[in-house]
């Protein structure tokens, strides 16, 4: 009897010790999947004429430039902050770095982009 009482009880034990560790796992994926992108900083860029805002983020950038919207990856660089996306439909470069900006729009080169003063927040 007392045999056959520590076999249940190892059976119970092993059984709620699985469902744990399997209940953890899944939190921690469902976790990760809805995590919100952490928001760094918006600055204002002046190219020549024409004003850009970036929203930068963790790991993106968001550019708002002559009423179009642009979300780049960043990818590596050897200077600097740089993001690119490449498509079928458009091709957008943005590399800043300090207050300074370069961006590339489908070809259309902006350069010397300058931080507004007072546009970082």
């Known amino acids: 009897m007392r045999r056959l009482f520590i076999t249940a009880c190892s059976t119970v034990l092993a059984f709620s010790t699985v469902s744990c560790s399997q209940n953890a ?10 995590a919100a992108p ?6 204002i860029y002046i190219c020549g004429k024409t004003q850009v805002k970036a929203n930068f983020y963790d790991g993106f950038v968001d550019i708002g ?39 590339v729009i489908n070809g259309q080169v902006y350069p010397n982009c300058k931080a507004k003063d007072n546009a970082i927040r």
């Open 38 to 43: 952490v928001f760094n900083k918006t600055v």
């Open 65 to 103: 430039v002559n009423g179009q919207s642009y979300n780049l990856p960043r990818v590596a660089a050897a200077s600097g902050q740089k993001y690119e996306r490449k498509a079928d439909t458009d091709s957008v470069i943005f590399w800043s770095k300090a207050d300074s900006a370069t961006m």
């Open 25 to 34: 796992q899944s939190d921690t994926q469902d976790d990760r999947v809805t």
